[in-house]
């Protein structure tokens, strides 16, 4: 256990030296700031856009995820080019678990700055229990950013477009609010999707707890069935 939380802070301490990295810790309290200054100012300036603060405020919830999911998985990927990878695959630790513990500290930062911009939002007085779960389903998101980059990879410049890629199936079920809900079934194989239509009922009043608690169990079975690819051939 102690090698892990080792590695961990380890992990920590690679984000701050890369300057490249450092730099994006910034916007994550940007993006809270946004949602507490901007988006009133915005709703105040532009009245039309009211109705879609909504879907403004589940695409804004995600961008923390993404943010950690990028800076940690440049760290995975800085190791498999280094070959750093090697030396801990000879650790007394399943490779397996090795890879989930890693998961935590972006899945932690994630949740916690939307935890942040869902206390300060001013449209819909979210309590902080609905709050949380909310906040702890979009985080996962950041742990399976790492590992489907990381793992696809070959590279920076590879993970850098792969990040990319990335945000298009992660900001795709919000379409499922412009189109008839008979058809919004299509985007549930992604699984941002359970956690849009689980804001979009805690928001209005309705019951989301069905949502969440399916898309956490989906995000989950992803996240574990990506880290046995990865822990197969990371550590190689």
């Known amino acids: 256990m102690?090698?892990?939380?080792?590695?961990?802070?380890?992990?920590?301490?690679?984000?701050?030296?890369?300057?490249?990295?450092?730099?994006?810790?910034?916007?994550?309290?940007?993006?809270?700031?946004?949602?507490?200054?901007?988006?009133?100012?915005?709703?105040?300036?532009?009245?039309?856009?009211?109705?879609?603060?909504?879907?403004?405020?589940?695409?804004?919830?995600?961008?923390?995820s993404l943010m950690f999911g990028f800076i940690y998985s440049m760290v995975l990927i800085d190791e498999k080019d280094t070959?750093?990878?090697?030396?801990?695959?000879?650790?007394?630790?399943?490779?397996?678990?090795?890879?989930?513990f890693r998961l935590i500290a972006p899945f932690l930062f994630a949740t916690f700055f939307t935890i942040a911009m869902l206390s300060v939002?001013?449209?819909?007085?979210?309590?902080?229990?609905?709050?949380?779960?909310?906040?702890?389903?979009?985080?996962?998101?950041?742990?399976?950013?790492?590992?489907?980059?990381?793992?696809?990879s070959r590279n920076k410049l590879d993970g850098m477009t792969w990040q990319k890629l990335f945000n298009l199936p992660t900001s795709?079920?919000?379409?499922?609010?412009?189109?008839?809900?008979?058809?919004?079934?299509?985007f549930a194989i992604f699984p941002t999707h359970w956690a849009y239509q689980g804001f979009k009922r805690l928001i209005s009043g309705e019951s989301f707890a069905l949502y969440l608690l399916f898309g956490f169990v989906y995000t989950v079975f992803l996240i574990s069935l990506i880290a046995k690819r990865f822990s197969?051939?990371?550590f190689q």
Do not use: C
């Not at 779960?133 to 696809?152: I, K």
């Not at 795709?172 to 299509?186: H, I, R």
């Open 2 to 64: 102690e090698k892990l939380i080792n590695v961990a802070i380890n992990d920590f301490k690679l984000v701050f030296r890369d300057k490249s990295l450092r730099i994006f810790f910034v916007f994550p309290v940007l993006s809270v700031l946004v949602v507490l200054y901007g988006f009133p100012y915005i709703a105040n300036l532009f009245p039309i856009i009211r109705p879609y603060i909504s879907i403004l405020m589940m695409s804004a919830t995600m961008q923390n």
């Open 83 to 100: 070959n750093v990878a090697k030396v801990y695959g000879v650790l007394p630790v399943s490779n397996f678990w090795f890879v989930i």
């Open 121 to 152: 939002e001013p449209f819909y007085g979210i309590s902080f229990v609905s709050n949380f779960y909310y906040s702890a389903l979009a985080g996962l998101v950041a742990p399976l950013m790492v590992l489907f980059v990381a793992t696809v």
């Open 172 to 186: 795709l079920p919000l379409l499922a609010f412009f189109v008839p809900a008979s058809y919004s079934f299509l």
């Open 232 to 234: 197969k051939s990371h």
